[in-house]
């Protein structure tokens, strides 16, 4: 099955500052790679998402890029902000079918990154 | 608006109890997900649906159990037999890529 690794564990930043976190996949045949932000006591939010097909998505402050051939993914921000600071966690999934036809991906998910941004 | 409801926010178990933890969506989601949330760890999948009546296991599914008789629900009971049942624990659904996840249930062993 799919295994993602994911690092750094923790990430500590300066506001203002850039942060990078990165991810690896072992599943070739996965084709879709969103990236979540869980606060503390909550569940965990879709930031951006990126698909096979494409290498770069931008969206405000964040953007992800995606290298097929080495099956690594990563997460840029850009001018952190103190509200920024969060758990964030890369997936990856691959098509499947369910028993009524209907295609889906199964997200397998990387351990995690704390992200602290100091005022 | 649609989304993932679970409850209760918190619940305490005491020894040798079996809990329910609800989850219901209203996004007309075909696959449904339970996944546990140890502190500062990742999430590790308890048990999946594809399509109502119908479930599988995930990593680590031994001492709970799920059913699937309508689309829009997906209740996770947890069992005696879990030993360490102390955990976050969240709901997601979805029907082509992305998840959507619940706000979670953090359950406590008293």
């Known amino acids: 099955g799919e295994n993602v690794e994911q690092h750094p564990s923790t990430l500590s930043v300066q506001e203002g500052d850039s942060a990078v976190i990165k991810c690896t996949y072992s599943?070739?045949?996965?084709?879709?790679f969103p990236w979540y932000k869980q606060e503390l006591g909550k569940g965990p939010q879709l930031i951006i998402d990126i698909r096979s097909n494409v290498g770069e998505k931008k969206d405000q402050r964040i953007a992800v890029t995606l290298n097929k051939t080495a099956k690594h993914f990563s997460l840029h921000i850009t001018e952190t902000q103190p509200e920024d600071s969060a758990v964030y966690f890369c997936a990856a999934s691959r098509s499947v079918l369910n028993a009524g036809g209907t295609s889906y991906g199964k997200l397998t998910f990387g351990q995690g990154t704390i992200l602290t941004v100091h005022p | 608006d649609g989304g993932i409801t679970q409850s209760p926010k918190y619940l305490f178990r005491k020894e040798g109890q079996n809990v329910t933890l609800s989850c219901e969506q209203n996004l007309n989601h075909d696959a449904m997900y339970w996944y546990r949330q140890d502190p500062g760890q990742g999430l590790r999948l308890i048990y999946y649906s594809q399509i109502v009546n119908d479930f599988q296991k995930g990593d680590i599914a031994e001492g709970y159990s799920v059913s699937r008789e309508k689309k829009e629900s997906f209740p996770l009971t947890v069992t005696s037999a879990q030993k360490n049942p102390t955990a976050f624990y969240l709901c997601?659904?979805?029907?082509?890529?992305?998840?959507?996840f619940g706000s979670g249930t953090r359950l406590t062993v008293v």
């Open positions: 997601a659904s979805n029907r082509g890529y992305g998840y959507t």
């Open positions: 599943d070739s045949a996965s084709n879709y």
